[in-house]
């Protein structure tokens, strides 16, 4: 990584571990720099995943077949999973059609830009950077208020924050508590769960990679270079952990999404 | 570098929680675009598809059961003709027995009949035929007369009493032969 060259650098016997300055990498087009855009690796992985997804399923759907070829039947799976694993089963037969599009768009785009972690030379997952995330989250939060705001009217915000149920005495605690759990508390972590796990997998990678390069490289003993390939034995298993959370992550983040718009389409049902 | 320096590196980087907003705006307008073209191009081909699916699946049941129930309707319909044309046949062979019977009665009659018709005109023919060879009879025995007559003549011209006698006794006979003739 570039970013190990500095510190490397200045070898002095000390090990410096890498920090969260190095999941930003420097800016591809130098003269953007003066105005602060950053446009680096990660934006383009953001765009190469849109490239790719758009690709894939339009290529995949094109010639539309009753007995799919495997690219058919592979992108039919991971629509159908989407289809009907989290939006039918989620948001319910009657009201899931509409919001396929959305879940579909959610669920594989944050799917496809944290597996760019676990790929050799991309390897980062864009959403570790909390800019992504957050806009993820605003998107989608900004979508639910407006269905719930759109299916109830104005008698939505008193529907979401009063529950139903709750004797008279409680409810100068609990309101208070649902304002801040569903209007303030959901989008920070519905976006910080998926930026910081896959920020944390990141650090781990670098961590190893850094640790075992100091251990082989730098250090002379014999018994330190043996615990350097044992770092690197270590991180392979990191490595598929991190793929699992990867996979995970994209899941729960498409399921949230639609657990929250249920809630709205149905804030009057509980 | 010791540990100062690397607090102090720490320092320098950047808040993981404070965003970049043109990151937030890259990844908004990109996933704008990527919901889009998702509602515009993929999601309706995928839905398409595995409604075609649906449709081609149910569809070709219909199809079998739809050939099936046409299939068991011929069935029954042949069943039902093979019966019918059973019974056609057996009616036919049985109207030919009696017709044949019937047939053959009729052509016995005749037959009878034929042969009492050639039987009688056999008769009436020898009939005819014993009156005719009868006539000519009469007429030879006519001549046969005047022959006998005329030799008679010739001897009675010199034997009267004789001569007497041979006519005597010729018209006897023709009497007892005409006699016999009309008993016959």
Known sequence: MFAFALPMASEEGGFIPPSVSDTHLPDIFPWMVEYGTGFGKQMLMIVLSIVLITWFFTAAIKNPKLVPSKTQYLAESGYAFVRNGIGRDIIGEKNFRPWIPLLFATFFFVLLNNLFGAIPFLQIPSFSHAGSAYAMAIIIYGTWIAVGLKNHGIRYFKLAVVPSGVPGWIMPLMIPLEIISNFIVRPLTHSLRLMATMLAGHMIVMLAAAGARHLIVVQDSLAMNGLGILVILGSVAMYFLELLIMVLQAFVFALLTAIYLQGAIEADAH | ?184
Not at chain 2, 4 to 32: D, H, K, Q, R
Not at chain 2, 101 to 123: F, G, M, N, S, V
């Open chain 2, 1 to 184: 570098m010791n540990s100062t320096e690397f607090i102090l590196a720490a320092g320098e980087s950047v808040n993981p929680l404070l965003p970049n907003p043109w990151e937030i705006l890259v990844t908004g307008v990109g996933f704008a675009v990527l919901l889009f073209i998702v509602i515009k191009v993929i999601a309706p081909k995928f839905e398409q598809s595995y409604e075609d699916r649906v449709t081609a699946i149910e569809g070709g049941l219909e199809k079998a059961e739809a050939a099936q129930k046409e299939a068991e309707e011929t069935l029954a319909q042949y069943k039902a003709q093979l019966l019918e044309a059973r019974t056609e046949a057996n009616r036919i062979r049985e109207e030919a027995r009696s017709e044949g019977a019937q047939i053959l009665a009729d052509l016995k009659t005749k037959a009878t009949d034929e042969a009492t018709r050639i039987t009688e005109q056999a008769q009436r023919q020898i009939e005819a035929e014993r009156t005719s060879a009868l006539a000519s009879l009469r007429s030879d025995v006519g001549s046969l007369a005047t022959e006998l007559a005329s030799k008679i003549v010739d001897e009675a011209l010199q034997d009267d009493t004789r001569a007497q006698r041979v006519v005597n006794s010729f018209l006897t006979d023709l009497e007892a032969q005409q006699n016999a003739g009309a008993s016959n």
